[in-house]
Protein backbone atom coordinates (compact mmCIF):
# COMPACT_ATOMS: atom_id res chain seq x y z
CA UNK A 1 0.00 0.00 0.00
CA UNK A 2 2.52 2.56 1.15
CA UNK A 3 6.43 3.19 0.01
CA UNK A 4 9.19 4.59 1.51
CA UNK A 5 11.90 5.47 -1.04
CA UNK A 6 15.12 4.90 -0.29
CA UNK A 7 16.80 7.85 -0.01
CA UNK A 8 13.86 9.11 2.36
CA UNK A 9 13.93 6.36 4.66
CA UNK A 10 17.73 7.10 4.92
CA UNK A 11 16.80 10.16 6.91
CA UNK A 12 14.61 8.75 9.03
CA UNK A 13 11.37 9.14 7.79
CA UNK A 14 8.73 6.54 8.37
CA UNK A 15 5.03 5.73 7.92
CA UNK A 16 2.79 3.23 9.73
CA UNK A 17 -0.97 2.98 8.82
CA UNK A 18 -4.39 1.47 9.02
CA UNK A 19 -7.52 1.76 7.23
CA UNK A 20 -11.31 1.80 8.28
CA UNK A 21 -13.98 1.06 6.34
CA UNK A 22 -18.05 2.10 6.66
CA UNK A 23 -17.16 5.18 8.67
CA UNK A 24 -19.62 8.08 9.79
CA UNK A 25 -17.90 11.41 9.37
CA UNK A 26 -20.95 13.21 10.09
CA UNK A 27 -23.41 11.94 13.31
CA UNK A 28 -24.99 14.65 15.57
CA UNK A 29 -25.51 12.30 18.41
CA UNK A 30 -21.68 11.93 18.51
CA UNK A 31 -20.77 15.55 18.70
CA UNK A 32 -21.17 16.29 22.58
CA UNK A 33 -19.02 13.05 23.12
CA UNK A 34 -16.35 14.08 20.55
CA UNK A 35 -16.04 17.54 21.67
CA UNK A 36 -15.94 16.91 24.83
CA UNK A 37 -13.22 14.44 24.14
CA UNK A 38 -11.32 16.77 22.54
CA UNK A 39 -11.85 19.72 25.25
CA UNK A 40 -10.53 16.92 27.78
CA UNK A 41 -7.13 15.82 25.71
CA UNK A 42 -6.90 19.65 25.50
CA UNK A 43 -7.06 20.25 29.31
CA UNK A 44 -4.50 17.50 30.00
CA UNK A 45 -2.07 19.07 27.41
CA UNK A 46 -2.09 22.26 29.56
CA UNK A 47 -1.73 20.48 32.34
CA UNK A 48 1.35 18.59 31.46
CA UNK A 49 3.16 20.97 28.88
CA UNK A 50 4.46 24.26 28.76
CA UNK A 51 5.71 26.25 25.56
CA UNK A 52 9.23 26.33 26.75
CA UNK A 53 8.58 22.40 27.71
CA UNK A 54 7.33 21.46 24.42
CA UNK A 55 9.83 22.31 22.54
CA UNK A 56 12.21 20.91 24.41
CA UNK A 57 10.22 17.31 24.53
CA UNK A 58 12.16 14.95 22.78
CA UNK A 59 9.61 13.84 20.80
CA UNK A 60 8.93 17.28 19.56
CA UNK A 61 12.74 17.43 19.03
CA UNK A 62 13.35 14.76 16.93
CA UNK A 63 10.73 16.37 14.25
CA UNK A 64 12.14 19.52 14.80
CA UNK A 65 15.36 18.08 14.17
CA UNK A 66 14.46 16.14 10.95
CA UNK A 67 13.10 19.01 9.46
CA UNK A 68 16.10 21.25 10.58
CA UNK A 69 18.13 17.98 8.77
CA UNK A 70 15.97 19.40 5.33
CA UNK A 71 17.16 22.78 5.79
CA UNK A 72 13.47 23.63 6.99
CA UNK A 73 12.98 26.27 9.89
CA UNK A 74 10.98 23.89 11.82
CA UNK A 75 9.77 27.15 14.00
CA UNK A 76 8.12 28.20 10.70
CA UNK A 77 6.86 25.43 8.82
CA UNK A 78 5.53 23.23 12.39
CA UNK A 79 5.08 19.28 12.31
CA UNK A 80 1.32 18.97 12.46
CA UNK A 81 1.29 17.61 16.28
CA UNK A 82 3.35 20.22 17.19
CA UNK A 83 1.16 23.16 15.97
CA UNK A 84 -2.09 21.10 17.67
CA UNK A 85 -0.38 21.62 20.99
CA UNK A 86 0.80 24.80 20.61
CA UNK A 87 -2.58 25.92 19.79
CA UNK A 88 -3.92 24.29 22.56
CA UNK A 89 -1.60 25.37 25.24
CA UNK A 90 -1.89 29.22 23.66
CA UNK A 91 -6.02 28.98 23.33
CA UNK A 92 -7.46 26.48 25.06
CA UNK A 93 -8.49 25.04 22.28
CA UNK A 94 -8.43 23.77 18.85
CA UNK A 95 -10.49 23.94 15.43
CA UNK A 96 -13.31 21.12 15.69
CA UNK A 97 -13.67 20.00 11.93
CA UNK A 98 -15.71 16.64 12.00
CA UNK A 99 -15.80 14.16 13.98
CA UNK A 100 -13.76 11.78 11.95
CA UNK A 101 -10.84 14.28 12.04
CA UNK A 102 -10.94 15.66 15.38
CA UNK A 103 -10.83 11.83 16.70
CA UNK A 104 -7.46 12.07 14.98
CA UNK A 105 -6.42 15.34 16.25
CA UNK A 106 -7.25 14.10 20.32
CA UNK A 107 -4.42 10.70 19.17
CA UNK A 108 -1.97 13.29 17.72
CA UNK A 109 -2.20 15.33 20.75
CA UNK A 110 -2.39 12.17 23.28
CA UNK A 111 1.07 11.00 21.00
CA UNK A 112 2.41 14.44 19.44
CA UNK A 113 2.73 12.24 16.60
CA UNK A 114 1.83 13.93 13.40
CA UNK A 115 -1.31 11.74 11.66
CA UNK A 116 -3.14 12.58 8.56
CA UNK A 117 -6.33 11.17 7.75
CA UNK A 118 -7.73 10.81 4.14
CA UNK A 119 -10.42 9.50 2.07
CA UNK A 120 -9.60 6.08 0.86
CA UNK A 121 -11.81 6.30 -1.97
CA UNK A 122 -9.81 9.46 -3.58
CA UNK A 123 -6.99 7.48 -3.39
CA UNK A 124 -5.33 5.25 -6.44
CA UNK A 125 -2.86 3.00 -4.74
CA UNK A 126 -0.06 2.40 -4.51
CA UNK A 127 1.67 5.29 -2.41
CA UNK A 128 5.21 6.70 -2.33
CA UNK A 129 7.02 8.54 0.47
CA UNK A 130 9.31 10.66 -1.59
CA UNK A 131 11.43 13.64 -2.41
CA UNK A 132 9.48 16.24 -4.11
CA UNK A 133 10.09 17.67 -7.54
CA UNK A 134 11.24 20.87 -7.92
CA UNK A 135 8.08 23.21 -9.00
CA UNK A 136 5.58 20.12 -7.89
CA UNK A 137 2.48 21.86 -6.87
CA UNK A 138 0.92 21.09 -3.96
CA UNK A 139 -2.77 22.20 -2.46
CA UNK A 140 -3.36 22.00 1.38
CA UNK A 141 -6.65 22.38 3.28
CA UNK A 142 -7.03 25.79 3.70
CA UNK A 143 -4.75 27.63 1.99
CA UNK A 144 -3.22 28.68 -1.10
CA UNK A 145 -1.49 26.23 -3.85
CA UNK A 146 2.29 25.71 -2.45
CA UNK A 147 5.37 25.42 -4.83
CA UNK A 148 7.27 22.69 -3.45
CA UNK A 149 11.66 22.23 -3.66
CA UNK A 150 13.39 19.40 -3.46
CA UNK A 151 14.15 19.69 0.00
CA UNK A 152 9.95 19.06 1.24
CA UNK A 153 8.94 15.73 1.52
CA UNK A 154 5.26 14.21 0.36
CA UNK A 155 3.43 11.32 0.15
CA UNK A 156 1.39 10.82 -3.56
CA UNK A 157 -0.54 8.26 -5.18
CA UNK A 158 -0.23 6.35 -8.21
CA UNK A 159 -1.78 8.90 -10.21
CA UNK A 160 0.85 11.57 -8.89
CA UNK A 161 -1.59 12.91 -6.82
CA UNK A 162 0.54 14.64 -3.54
CA UNK A 163 -1.86 13.65 -0.59
CA UNK A 164 0.64 15.10 2.47
CA UNK A 165 3.20 17.27 2.66
CA UNK A 166 5.30 15.58 5.39
CA UNK A 167 4.78 15.32 8.31
CA UNK A 168 3.01 19.01 8.25
CA UNK A 169 -0.28 19.25 5.88
CA UNK A 170 -3.00 17.40 4.21
CA UNK A 171 -4.33 17.99 0.58
CA UNK A 172 -7.71 19.32 -0.02
CA UNK A 173 -8.10 16.98 -2.78
CA UNK A 174 -8.11 13.85 -0.32
CA UNK A 175 -9.94 15.33 2.90
CA UNK A 176 -12.44 13.69 4.56
CA UNK A 177 -15.77 15.09 4.35
CA UNK A 178 -19.53 14.20 4.64
CA UNK A 179 -19.25 11.84 1.36
CA UNK A 180 -16.60 9.78 2.79
CA UNK A 181 -17.39 6.12 3.64
CA UNK A 182 -13.58 4.50 3.94
CA UNK A 183 -10.05 6.37 5.52
CA UNK A 184 -6.67 5.52 5.43
CA UNK A 185 -4.64 6.72 8.07
CA UNK A 186 -1.02 7.94 8.66
CA UNK A 187 1.06 8.31 11.31
CA UNK A 188 4.52 10.03 10.31
CA UNK A 189 7.92 8.92 11.88
CA UNK A 190 11.18 9.87 12.25
CA UNK A 191 13.87 9.01 13.28
CA UNK A 192 14.35 9.96 17.07
CA UNK A 193 11.17 8.78 17.63
CA UNK A 194 10.00 5.12 18.34
CA UNK A 195 8.51 3.17 16.24
CA UNK A 196 6.27 1.63 18.64
CA UNK A 197 4.98 5.37 19.59
CA UNK A 198 4.08 5.68 15.97
CA UNK A 199 2.08 2.40 15.69
CA UNK A 200 0.05 3.67 19.14
CA UNK A 201 -1.06 6.84 17.16
CA UNK A 202 -2.13 4.44 14.56
CA UNK A 203 -3.83 2.34 16.66
CA UNK A 204 -5.42 5.03 18.89
CA UNK A 205 -7.02 7.10 15.76
CA UNK A 206 -8.22 3.73 14.57
CA UNK A 207 -10.01 2.72 18.26
CA UNK A 208 -11.29 6.01 19.32
CA UNK A 209 -12.69 6.13 15.48
CA UNK A 210 -13.75 2.27 15.24
CA UNK A 211 -15.57 2.63 18.34
CA UNK A 212 -17.67 6.31 17.49
CA UNK A 213 -17.68 6.73 13.97
CA UNK A 214 -18.53 2.64 11.94
CA UNK A 215 -22.11 2.36 10.59
Same mark, same amino acid.
Request: aromatic letters at 6%.
Given at each position: ? $? @?VEEQVASLGAFLKWNILRCIKVYDSSLNEYVTSMVRKTVEEVRFTLTLEGLKRHPVIR???DFYWGLGIDPTKV?? !?SEALIRRALKTGSIPLINNVVDLG???SMKTMVPIG $???LDKILPPLTLRRAREGELFYPIGGDPERLTSRDIVL?? !?RGTIIHLFPHRDSVYTMVNA !? @??NILIVACGVRGVDEERVQEAVELTSKLI?? !?CRM
Amino acid at each position: M $I @TVEEQVASLGAFLKWNILRCIKVYDSSLNEYVTSMVRKTVEEVRFTLTLEGLKRHPVIRAYRDFYWGLGIDPTKVRP !SSEALIRRALKTGSIPLINNVVDLGNVASMKTMVPIG $IYDLDKILPPLTLRRAREGELFYPIGGDPERLTSRDIVLVD !SRGTIIHLFPHRDSVYTMVNA !S @TKNILIVACGVRGVDEERVQEAVELTSKLIAE !SCRM
